[in-house]
């Protein structure tokens, strides 16, 4: 258990650290997004061994939004702000995250039906 | 020297500790409650926020001292590659569409959520960190750095993106017959990142499956794209 532990931290850090030397060469994407593909990679070709990582990954998934909270206080700083422009800001999230919601949804039912409906016609061919 | 040394770190222990604390009596009450809009991460903000005010404490202080709880959301981000790796097997027959669609969706809310925060407050700053709230915070934060946004906006943008996403999404998307679970998914993992999609895990597999591919392919798209979209929105307007 614990060796999976030191496992899991040594195989983020070092795919976090390929990706801090790759951002450095190619800044278009953050290091941390590099870190995740690299991740990826590492793992589906069985370079790093995705049994041992598991839990502690998924622990650190089901827990990783209180890291989110500091930069989330941060919002006190613009009392002003908020004031003046809150109601708006919200619309205007309310709306657009609506938006997407419903264009991917939408979107992709209908091709999943297209897709149903002609696997069901070459059965009945 | 050493005294100041020593009251930092202390501070630092003090601040992490209180913010570990209030973040963990609301996930422990989630968990009982079973309610998603009972959200840890929005309670902890709105109880931190009268704290700190209370008690008089700059927020400038408090962000230095959990410093480096904020250092940890670039580890966190990379151990979302686990999921991903988790679902390759399941997607790779669909990858061209779904990668066609999330590209569509994601940048025209981009443009759409830019254009109409200018528009309404006229103010650059805002309307970046608008734009950017679909993707998962820590790769939100870091965009909103490289085009100089408001951090904390964009922080705040991101989660109520995400409580919509997750509250909402699921009626609503049944509402409108959008009700395979993988179109669910999808969708609620482009418009509500990693919020919408640990809420919608618990429905079932297919859901999460199809949300974190969606989270995931949404967060790239948006690194690549975003920059350049805003870039040229602000040489039109």
Known sequence: MFSNIIYSLLSVSICLLIGKVIELFLPIFPASLYGMLIFTALLHYRFLNAKRVKACIEWAITNMAVCFVPAGVGIINHYELIKNHGIMLVTIIFLTTFLLLTFVGLTYQRQLNRYESTAKKELNK | ?237
């Open chain 2, 1 to 237: 020297m050493n005294d100041n040394l020593i009251s930092e770190i202390s501070f630092m222990l003090f601040f992490i500790i209180v913010t570990l604390v209030v973040y963990q009596a609301y996930a422990q009450l989630q968990k009982l409650c079973q309610k998603p809009w009972l959200n840890p991460m929005l309670l902890s903000i709105l109880t931190l926020i009268p704290m700190l005010v209370f008690f008089n404490i700059p927020f400038d202080q408090y962000y230095q001292a959990t410093a480096p709880l904020n250092g940890l959301l670039e580890p966190a981000v990379v151990a979302l590659g686990f999921p991903l790796y988790q679902h390759i097997q399941t997607i790779k027959k669909q990858w061209r569409q779904i990668v066609m669609l999330l590209f569509m969706g994601a940048i025209i809310t981009i443009a759409i959520s830019f254009c109409v925060t200018i528009y309404a407050t006229n103010q650059y700053e805002l309307a970046v960190s608008l734009s950017l709230k679909s993707v998962t915070t820590p790769i939100g934060i870091a965009l909103t750095e490289q085009l100089q946004g408001n951090n904390s906006i964009t922080a705040f943008a991101i989660i109520l993106a995400g409580l919509f996403g997750a509250l909402l999404g699921p009626p609503w998307l049944a509402f409108i017959n959008v009700t395979s679970p993988k179109a669910q998914g999808l969708a609620i993992g482009a418009a509500s990142h990693a919020l919408g999609t640990a809420t919608i895990s618990s429905i079932s597999y297919e859901h999460a499956a199809y949300s974190s591919l969606a989270l995931i392919i949404s967060a790239v798209i948006t690194s690549i794209f975003s920059p350049m979209i805003i870039n040229t929105l602000v040489h039109f307007l």
